[in-house]
């Protein structure tokens, strides 16, 4: 029986990869963004202690208009440019998918009903979220993935069918995973408020020109917060409509809502490891370890 060993909130401003100067990174920094990147080292110790066979990530920025996509090649290495901050992310990444468990997910989810597609082309560049959100989690690179595409429901219809495709995908996921027989990871690489300045500091990584851009959203975002530390998944999720349109939020590529449901809407305490803005955005790195929830 396999099992899921944790699932979590890992952001993916690719300004952290920078400010962490990542071997793999060619830009270097001074730094920046502590708070959120002593989250993520807060989130790989808790880790520590339960290995894992994969990692799992539902990614905003492989954008799919028709269904839901799932990397199909086993190994994938380039050069990954961030088309917004080409000045803080060109990553050279080498990493390896876990085809079976990303076939399995994809035929669950189809038999739910779900449109789905395997992508099999091995030019296929992967996108940046995902490799942002890895890299955050696991720097070492030695755990295979599978990377499931954002689909475009909440922009072609609306919030609620949106959300009613993720949980629907979550499902899957969680059925998939339990008959694999494997120890699974699982990341939804998406930020929580999302309005965001528009102009970039002379440097980067200056932290006197960081704040989150309007009071509403950091509202918001503890409100959210406050939902997973009290498990109160079930509201979190009724609220999320509401949320994705007055906070701008990065919810609405589904990878929360996805995530939640593949946890089985968790009512258990979610640890907070972190919290932090990025350009105005709200981030947050947040665990949910199925162990609390008597499972
Ligand atoms: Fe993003």
């Not at 920078?18 to 989250?39: C, D, F, K, T």
């Not at 002379?202 to 503890?222: F, G, I, K, R």
Request: negative net charge; aromatic residues 10%.
């Amino acid at each position: 029986m396999g099992e899921i060993v944790a699932g979590m909130l890992a952001p993916h401003p690719p300004h952290l990869v920078y400010a962490e100067n990542a071997p793999q990174n060619e830009p270097r920094s001074e730094g920046g963004w502590e708070v959120l990147r002593w989250g993520y080292e807060r989130a790989r110790k808790s880790l520590e202690d339960r290995p894992y066979d994969a990692i799992v990530v539902h990614s905003p920025h492989w954008r799919t208009t028709v269904g839901h996509h799932f990397l199909g090649v086993p190994h994938f290495e380039s050069l990954s440019v961030d088309p917004v901050f080409p000045n803080l992310f060109r990553y050279r990444y080498a990493l390896d998918v876990d085809v079976a468990l990303s076939e399995a997910i994809c035929d669950e989810a189809a038999a739910a009903g779900l449109t789905t597609k395997m992508m099999r082309n091995p030019q296929f560049r992967v996108d940046y979220g995902t490799i942002t959100s890895c890299h955050l989690v696991r720097p070492e690179w030695d755990i295979p993935i599978v990377c499931i595409s954002s689909n475009r429901a909440y922009y072609t219809f609306s919030n609620d069918v949106g959300e009613a495709q993720m949980v629907a995908l979550g499902e899957a996921t969680r059925r998939a995973i339990a008959a694999s027989g494997k120890r699974v990871l699982l990341l939804a690489s998406n930020s929580l408020s999302h309005r965001h300045f528009t102009e970039e500091p002379e440097l980067p990584e200056d932290m006197s020109c960081e704040h989150v851009y309007n009071h509403n959203q950091y509202l918001w975002d503890m409100r959210v917060l406050g939902h997973m530390r009290a498990g109160r998944s079930r509201q979190l999720l009724d609220e999320m409509p509401d949320f994705i349109e007055q906070a701008v939020s990065e919810c609405k590529e589904g990878s929360l809502t996805w995530l939640i449901a593949a946890l089985g809407f968790p009512e258990y305490p979610a640890e907070v490891h972190g919290y932090g803005n990025v350009i105005g955005t709200g981030n947050a790195v947040v665990e949910w370890d199925p162990r609390r929830g008597g499972a």
